[in-house]
Nanobody
């Protein structure tokens, strides 16, 4: 069982940056792949980025490629999403997710068994 808690969201102007954190409980985090998804009001939960258990492999949605970076620190049981050059269309609740399938780079919500509660990111124009 893994519990996830996101932090780092907030209000930022277009062009600005934010770094989201995802703190995981449990000693097995290092064996889990993790991902970030986001959900805007009235829309489906969309894939943002994913990273393998060791951090050696990553995959990004086209909409964030080159602007966002996913990373993890297994010694600290924490995952990160560095978001640069933010746009108003990045406004959403951001969720981190994890799966015990450590090499899976899933892009669908059902690929992940564990979810955080979400953190709001608002980008003003």
């Amino acid at each position: 069982q893994v519990q996830l808690v996101e932090s780092g969201g907030g209000l930022v102007q277009a062009g600005g940056s934010l770094r989201l954190s995802c703190a995981a409980s449990g000693r097995t985090f290092s064996s889990h792949a993790m991902a970030w998804f986001r959900q805007a009001p009235g829309k489906e939960r969309d894939f943002v980025a994913t990273i393998s258990c060791s951090g050696g492999s990553t995959y990004y949605a086209d909409s964030v490629k080159g602007r966002f970076t996913i990373s993890r620190d297994n010694a600290e049981n924490t995952g990160y999403l560095q978001m640069n050059s933010l746009k108003p269309e990045d406004t959403a609740v951001y969720y981190c997710a994890a799966t015990p399938w450590g090499l899976r780079l899933g892009i669908r919500p059902y690929d992940y068994e564990y979810w955080g509660q979400g953190t709001q990111v608002t980008v003003s124009s």
